[in-house]
């Protein structure tokens, strides 16, 4: 059990070059298991770089808290630090913003680094550490949720009229994914909400809908087939499109006669139905997803490239498709964090 | 000048335009292909095409596709196609400017490959606004 002293901790400017980096920490801890002696602080910065810290399992993690950090001129959260029976003082949780810090204070990167906001606890036991990294990265903040992302990034982009790459930098993603969750927030509120009877029913768990619709060829098959936008959030409200991934299909089912006049009636579940099914043979069946993903592999390879050509100049063709379909499976599959699944 | 750096600053080209141009829009998503650091956004394709610079508001009120060909390149059966994806995409935005960079001595060539490009294909020119950029004088017309 935990000390009482060490449950109270203080709020100070600590001199990042006292601060000695946590060795120890769970999530470089494999990285370092290759270097034979005590890791050099670049050892370090390069392990947090290489597994990531505050954020999600990637370098690129690594790179949107570096930015983050430079365009707010330091960091908000402050980091937690204990002073050891040694007085050694130790980072237990924010080894990744120290190290940053530590970084632009040696390559004399514009700012004050000298010191940094810290948490301070006096001689924390080994339990009371576990408990912060358990809190901290197994618990988490409790994230978000999209449309409420998207309605903040729409207000710092149409209210306080900030740039995309500074939206970018404080908040970290991709500046096709803020894009796409702005406008998907603007079509929601432009289509769905006028048709909604009052705003009590007014449905942000329908939000994914409309971000499904942000993907290429979406609209453009909504426009072709003779719909507007309107349509689709009346198809999304009286949940024609359910569960809310069926958009993705829309672009076939709407270009099929059969199919489109099923999912105007029943819904797109009940549509993809009649839509044509490949003729699969027992091999292909039988096969796991190992053996098909080498076989796609292989035929990907050995594919003409005028056929290629072909699939490239109609994205909207049943070949296109079909591989977007598997592309949006495959991404859901290995790297949920990235398809919001 | 091999054929490559020659290309990529014609690609420059297209993003100082854009930058400068389009500062009053409180500035754009700007995407280029561009030789950056790894792992930098890349443009999205577009009917089947990756452009060299794809620049886009949101809300969507304008929507920028620049591509660069340099004389050797510019008449070639893969650039009248992907110029041709590209303004019919952008004829169905509410604002869409196709900004093509270009050497000097082809600037008149890529002007007349546009017109051509948009009658061949049924496309409305006065929704699409076209910018021929040739690092003389840059022609602009709706």
């Known amino acids: ?341 | 000048m091999s054929e490559s750096s020659y290309h990529l600053r014609l690609v420059e080209r297209i993003l100082l335009y854009v930058k400068e141009s389009y500062h009053g829009l409180y500035s754009l998503a700007l995407l280029h292909d561009m030789p950056a650091v790894i792992g930098a956004e890349k443009p999205p394709r577009v009917r089947g095409f990756v452009p060299d610079v794809y620049a886009v508001d949101a809300p969507l009120t304008t929507m920028i596709i620049g591509e660069a060909k340099t004389s050797q390149d510019l008449l070639t059966e893969h650039s009248l196609k992907q110029i041709g994806a590209f303004l019919s995409h952008l004829e169905g935005q509410k604002r869409g400017v196709f900004v093509l960079s270009v050497p000097w001595q082809a600037a008149r060539r890529g002007q007349s490959l546009v017109t051509s490009i948009c009658r061949t294909r049924g496309i409305d020119q006065t929704k699409v606004e076209l910018v021929i950029l040739d690092g003389v004088k840059r022609e602009a017309r709706r």
């Open chain 1, 1 to 341: 059990m935990a000390s009482a002293a060490s449950n109270v901790a203080s709020l100070r400017f600590v001199p990042v070059e006292d601060i000695h980096l946590d060795v120890s920490n769970p999530r470089i801890r494999k990285f370092l298991e290759h270097y034979p002696d005590e890791p050099t602080p670049e050892q370090v910065f390069l392990a947090l770089g290489a597994a990531g810290d505050d954020g999600d399992d990637s370098s690129t993690s690594f790179e949107k808290l570096k930015n983050s950090i430079l365009t707010n001129g330091g960091i908000i959260q402050p980091i937690i630090v204990s002073r050891q029976k040694d007085g050694r003082l130790v980072c237990i949780e924010g080894n990744t913003r120290l190290a940053l810090y530590k970084n632009f204070l040696r390559e004399n990167v514009k700012g004050d680094w000298a010191l940094i906001p810290a948490l301070l606890y006096e001689d924390m036991d080994e339990a009371r550490i576990d408990a912060i990294r358990l809190q901290v990265h197994l618990v988490g903040t409790r994230p978000w949720d999209p449309y409420s992302k998207a309605k903040y990034l729409y207000r710092l982009r149409t209210q306080e009229l900030l740039p995309f790459s500074e939206i970018v930098d404080y908040c970290g993603g991709r500046q096709k994914e803020v894009v796409e969750l702005i406008q998907a927030y603007a079509d929601m509120e432009e289509y769905y909400r006028p048709i909604i009877p009052d705003d009590g029913t007014f449905d942000t768990t329908r939000f994914s809908g409309f971000v499904e619709l942000q993907k290429p060829g979406l609209k453009k098959a909504v426009a072709e087939a003779g719909f507007t936008l309107t349509n689709f959030a009346e198809w999304i409200y009286g949940e024609k499109l359910y569960p809310l991934n069926m958009v993705r299909w829309l672009p076939r089912i709407l270009r099929n006669p059969k199919a489109r006049d099923i999912f105007l009636k029943d819904g797109a579940r009940a549509a993809v139905q009649v839509l044509e099914k490949p003729d699969l043979s027992n091999a292909l069946l039988e096969a796991n997803v190992s053996q098909l993903a080498q076989a796609i592999t292989q035929a990907i390879y050995a594919m003409p490239w005028p056929e290629a050509e072909k699939i490239r100049q109609e994205p909207g063709g049943q070949t296109a498709q079909c591989l977007n379909e598997a592309l949006i499976a495959l991404t859901a599959l290995i790297n949920p964090s990235t398809t919001g699944q």
